[in-house]
């Protein structure tokens, strides 16, 4: 059985094709129009692997754009696929931190992936890929190297997680000649101990599992780990958590 899962994030379009494991995956930027990155991001699979629309046999959506996107069977809520992805490329994974482009959120698993709780902050930006964004951009870092900045060097404190204002406060902090590197470690400590606040409010079960396309930031993961005091996995497909949790869904429908 051949299914798709289709994760239409606000920054990011990410697909699956699955056969009871990841054949393929496409990330491509979402744009103005989500239903026409849906659209792309499933031909770029099929073309790639050379199948026709008829070989799928159910495709399920999910991210803030899923409702939008017509070429599906079915639409779930990302907190159903992120869990479910989650716990299928990590069985152990009991608590999931999963920060996107624009939002973040904390689930918290059973034995069998399903959601007993979970929390989610959808309301601004702060704290999430979008900030980091922008502020990798004031400092003239690339997100790569903002994100390898070293956890251990050292750092100047960002008291303020608006996107706006923290703007305001890095750009202070330069002037008075501060290093861009102690900066960035504070703006990566300021999202550390934001998630890390929502996953105290939830409640932490181990294993922790950190997906999202911010997983993908070194000094954030050390950071978390030494706000929480546990180790965070990471997995290399965790920013396909939500696309591969529909196409497991979808090979169940």
Same mark, same amino acid.
């Given at each position: ?56 046999? $159910? ?21 159903? $696929? ?41 309301? $601004? ?104 005091? $546990? ?23």
């Amino acid at each position: 059985m051949l299914t798709i899962g289709v994760d239409i994030g606000s920054v990011g379009t990410k697909a699956v094709l699955f056969d009871g494991d990841i054949v393929d995956r496409h990330l491509e930027p979402t744009g103005w129009n989500p239903s026409e990155a849906g659209h792309r991001a499933m031909e770029s699979l099929l073309k790639r692997n050379s199948l026709s629309p008829g070989r799928i046999d $159910c495709v399920v959506s999910t991210g803030y754009g899923r409702k939008s996107f017509a070429e599906v069977d079915k639409a779930v809520t990302e907190i159903t $696929c992120h869990a479910r992805g989650a716990h299928f490329m990590d069985p152990e994974v009991r608590t999931v931190l999963d920060i996107g482009g624009q939002d973040s959120k904390v689930i918290v698993l059973d034995d069998h992936g399903r959601v007993l709780d979970f929390m989610m902050n959808d309301k $601004c930006a702060a704290g999430t890929g979008r900030f980091l964004q922008v502020m990798a951009t004031l400092l003239e870092y690339s997100i790569e190297e903002f994100g390898a900045v070293d956890p251990d060097g050292e750092m100047q404190k960002i008291s303020s997680m608006c996107t706006v204002f923290a703007e305001s406060e890095v750009v202070s902090h330069l002037a008075k000649g501060v290093s861009k590197n102690a900066v960035a470690l504070g703006l990566l400590e300021s999202v550390a101990v934001r998630a890390s606040s929502m996953l105290g409010r939830l409640g932490i079960k181990p294993v922790v599992g950190f997906t999202g396309g911010v997983s993908r930031c070194p000094s954030l993961v050390s950071l978390l780990e030494g706000q929480l005091n $546990c180790d965070v996995r990471t997995y290399g497909d965790s920013h396909y958590a939500g696309a591969l949790g529909s196409a497991l869904i979808a090979s169940e429908l």
